[in-house]
């Protein structure tokens, strides 16, 4: 769904507000969940710069994800599968994956989050549903079907295999890390 549980948010706020991302990239934003919740913590305002990666063009329009002048959200969007993209588009101060990886192989994922770490992200914030969560197409999105099951401690070994720090919170539905370089 284009939407996320709010388990682990206030989790992944503490953690922004602690690492004070200057650049961010939200992989799969939906409905742009991370953005609303972040930018009004943002130290710098307007001086953060934010990109979405988001597969479904729909949304775009949808959820209206683009940056205006009286409302900030993303800005610049680019409407692709983030298994394609530019590897300099996740060299970021944070990228998030937040209720994305289950949309794909678990093989896919976790070379994605590997190549994150290797494009220089300095800081890497993922939320899966770490309970069964079958889920197909929702309103005519294939893209939002979900491909694996993650375990809690699966993601744990993932992220552990790219060094750095990890800081996990397992809740009762949503497993939530945040991957520090530092």
Known sequence: MPTSDAEGKDWSLERFQRHLPRTVCDIGPGEGTYARLFRPHDPDGPGVWWTAIEIHKPYVAKYKLKSTKTRRMYDEIHVEDVRESEDHLLHRDLVICGDVLEHMPR???AALLQRIEQAGAWNILVSVPIVESVQGEVDGNPHEAHIHQWEADDMDAV????????????GGTLGVWWWSRQ
């Open 107 to 109: 093989e896919d994922a």
């Open 159 to 170: 992220l552990a295999a790219l060094g750095g720090n990890v800081e996990a919170m397992h």
